[in-house]
Structure formats: C-alpha cells, structure tokens
C-alpha cells in the first residue's frame, strides 16, 4: 500500500513557476513508476509527465519543454517543477504511482493541488 501527498500548488502569474511535490509512504517507492497528470475543470485527466522506476522522463506535449519532472528516492518524493507557466495550466494537478508485478498492476493516487495561473 502506498500513500500519496501532493504539496505545492497555487496561484502564479503567467510566466512563473512552480514545483509541485509528490510524497509517497508505506511501500519501497523506488519500485514504483510515477506520474503527473493534470484536470482541468470539465476536462479528462490527462498525463503530463512520468518518471520510470529507473529514472527515465517522460513528456507529453503537454509537459515538454516547460516541464520537468525529477525524483529522489531517498526522499521518497517526485518534484514536477513547472515553469513559464500559462492559464491553460490551470488544473488539478495530480500524482499517480503504479507498478506491474507478475502481470498485476498496483496503481495509487494522491488528492491533487491546485494550480491556478492568473494574473
């Protein structure tokens, strides 16, 4: 079991940045994948970022470029750190582990920060 807490949102002008966190508890958070999606209101969840076990980054075109995700597994923590923001940013952001062990996928999400670019 793995227990996911996302810190770091807020309010930014267009242009500036934030890191968002991912904490994580309860399990050897190293094994997992982790992603970063985003949902805005009315809209899918969709992937921003992810970050495999073995620390290769991910993007989708949503994230590329502006985005940058990293993790420190002593930490137990994936950092999203987001810059030149825009409003189209705004969203809840959340963070999602997951593993596949012997075909079974284990899968946790946090509750989501809010990231609200406005000026």
């Known amino acids: 079991q793995v227990q996911i807490v996302e810190s770091g949102g807020g309010l930014v002008q267009p242009g500036g940045s934030l890191r968002l966190s991912c904490v994580a508890s309860g399990s050897i958070f190293s094994m997992y994948n982790v992603g970063w999606y985003r949902q805005a209101p009315g809209k899918q969840r969709d992937l921003v970022a992810y970050i495999t076990a073995d620390e290769i980054a991910n993007y989708t075109d949503s994230g590329k470029g502006r985005f940058s995700i990293a993790r420190d597994n002593p930490k137990n923590t994936v950092y999203l750190q987001m810059n030149s923001l825009k409003p189209e940013d705004t969203a809840v952001y959340y963070c999602?582990?997951?593993?596949?062990?012997?075909?079974?996928?284990?899968?946790?999400w946090g509750q989501g920060t809010q990231v609200t670019v406005s000026s």
């Open positions: 999602n582990a997951w593993k596949i062990i012997n075909a079974l996928k284990y899968d946790y």
